[in-house]
């Protein structure tokens, strides 16, 4: 799906909304932890929350599932008032990390679990979980149980139980954090995958940055109950509008310094931060001006290294080079960087234009 022009769709009302929060607030007790949010997730559109632990990601997602109660606000399914509405009333399905599937079930069983206790026929459940199978080639493993399956198996099994629902949307919460990396990396892409076949909306919860840069057409940052920014991951990456997105999107994370820790990068009017990514910084022999320090410590990670250097008072930065840095802790090095790479943030941390130089 085009990102951008998703984008365009802006706070607008998109009438092909599969789902649509609005206003949508959350109290526990007198702690208010969702402080008014808006959002339109379009048909088709992959959505990924991301934020710091605690900024009210899972709270946001359940409260779209009916799994808690809206404390103001509305939430719209398919543009119908689903606020009251009960989970299984709101045509979503929710993927959760644990995969609660039926121990003494066949594959086949858990899958069409649903479906059956929604009273449908025989011969449709078969078609369908053999319809989910085959999406998740799954249909060698119909007759085994849940303990005979590997751990990516088995997290199949429990998205194949929702899809043969025919959700309007999938909730995901955080379904790959129980998954070891190399499994993460193939389930990443078996999700991904999905959403091309299935083409249905996906709401997706996760702390991971691969997952969230990857999968989302969209990206919602949520910053203590509010969104802090939504767009595509480019968007995101390229124009973030405060530090506290610029810092959260990026991994390594974005360097940061106060605009008059160096005085000769002549700071835009109005900037107090700066920053630069990783990989926008080229090491140089020490030389008059930038940002100058002595390597720290030398990260190799083999495709690339990260090189972290203590810059005095604009403290430790860290540059992404490619290859081995050919460096030694303690030698002096140069950071450079092109103009159009730096970043800069008012006192607020409001994101502020960076005029080339004149
Ligand atoms: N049932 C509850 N009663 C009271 N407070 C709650 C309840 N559930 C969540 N909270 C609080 O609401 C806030 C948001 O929690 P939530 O689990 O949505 O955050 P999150 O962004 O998903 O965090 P994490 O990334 O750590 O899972 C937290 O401060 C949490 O302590």
Known sequence: MDGSRLADLGGERAMSAQVELVGVEKWFGDAQVIKGVDLAVAAGEFVVFV?????????????????????????????????????S?????????????YPHLSVRENVGFPLKAAGMSKDEISARVDEAARALRLTDYLDRRPKD????????VAIGRSIVREPVAFLFDEPLSNLDAALRVEMRYE????????????????????????????????????????GTPRE???????????????????????????????????????GVRPEDLRIAPQGDGGL???VDVLEYLGADTFVIVDCGPAGRITARVPGEAGLAPGEAVALEFDRSALHAFDEKGVAVDVPARS
């Open 51 to 87: 934020g710091p632990s605690g900024c009210g990601k899972s709270t946001l997602l359940r409260m779209i599932a009916g799994l808690e109660e809206t404390s103001r606000g509305q939430i719209l399914v398919e543009g119908r008032d689903a606020t009251a509405e009960p989970p």
């Open 89 to 101: 009333k709101r045509g979503l399905a929710m993927v959760f990390q644990s995969y609660a599937l």
């Open 149 to 156: 399956l590997s751990g990516g198996q088995r997290q199949r």
């Open 191 to 230: 999700i991904a995958k999905l959403h091309q076949q299935l083409g249905t909306a996906m709401i997706y919860v996760t702390h991971d940055q691969i997952e969230a840069m990857t999968l989302a057409d969209r990206i919602v940052v949520l910053e203590a109950g509010r969104i802090a920014q939504v």
């Open 236 to 274: 995101l990456y390229l124009r973030p509008r405060s530090l506290f997105v610029a810092q959260f999107i990026g991994s390594p994370k974005m360097n940061v310094f106060t605009a008059d820790a160096v005085p000769d990068l002549d700071a835009p009017p109005g900037a107090a931060t700066l």
């Open 292 to 294: 100058s320090g002595s």
